[in-house]
């Protein structure tokens, strides 16, 4: 019985692979629309970036009593935040594209919002409403890109499953320190 088969046959796949050698990693096969994706992973970076700062003023501005391990948890998201920007970062120029560091603008580029201080309850309220942006974020551009970019999609969901964790001790630290 014969197989249907839909791969490409080795002589194409190899002309393909011959051709815009200067895309690297980009192939014919890529089928998202690369621009888009670029954009999205640029927002994506501004708030990491953003939150990776709010994490980081919240570290240094943590007071009261019981406030030592929440500060600590604010540095540990700050440089998990920021690990997340580095990875973003990478893949955009693997796409092609430039990575959007400058402060100019920067929250406004952002989907999650910055702010300084406040109560510790107002400072974990704050960063878990940031997460619970990031989280909706992630799971839209998941979506959107899907197997188009499978790697651009499968780093997403890594750092997703970490937001989530984020904001899950966000959402403890709150029930204790509420009220
Ligand atoms: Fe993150
Ligand atoms: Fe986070």
Known sequence: MNTITVLT?????RANARENIDQGAIT????????EVIKLLNEALATELTCALRYRCHHFMARGINSRSIAAEFLAH???ELAHADQIAAR???LG???????DGLTARSHAEYTDGGT????IRDNLIAERIAIDSYREMIQYIGDKDSTTTLMLKGILSVEEEHADELADLLQDHAG
Do not use: K
């Open 78 to 80: 700050s440089n998990e």
């Open 92 to 94: 955009i120029v693997q």
């Open 97 to 103: 594209g430039d990575p959007g560091f400058s402060p």
């Open 28 to 35: 014919p096969s890529y089928t998202a629309d690369r621009e």
């Open 9 to 13: 046959d080795v002589a194409t796949l």
């Open 120 to 123: 510790l309850a107002d400072m």
